[in-house]
């Protein structure tokens, strides 16, 4: 009669296997376990996201768009000059002109 002492849970082969399914079952813990506090961080996050613009923030944004929209010219002084030059009435102030290039020379090369 024989009997095999292998596959003992007290022999060496059974407690190897016994312990390579215990890690495994750890390490399926950890994984199960990492997945959903990655989950949990995830929709809290998405849950914490929210924007919200004070009202003085609106308003700068609508004044940002009014002036990305207008062309920076006053087209009724435009017209205003447009018709006195016209009608001759248009008068050039030449010591003004003189100092206001004098003034943009002096600007620009220095």
Known sequence: MSVNFN???????????????KAEQRSQVRQQTS?????????TASAKDSVS????AQ???KLQQKA?????VDSNKVNDI????????????IQRL???LASFESDLFN
């Open 7 to 21: 596959n003992l849970p007290g022999s060496q082969a059974g407690n190897q296997q016994v312990g390579s399914d």
């Open 35 to 43: 997945q959903q506090a990655t989950v949990q961080q995830t929709s």
């Open 53 to 56: 613009l004070t009202p003085q």
């Open 59 to 61: 308003q700068f944004n």
């Open 68 to 72: 990305s929209n207008a062309s920076g």
């Open 82 to 93: 447009k018709k006195a030059i016209s009608e001759g009435k248009y008068e050039v102030n």
């Open 98 to 100: 003189a100092e206001k």
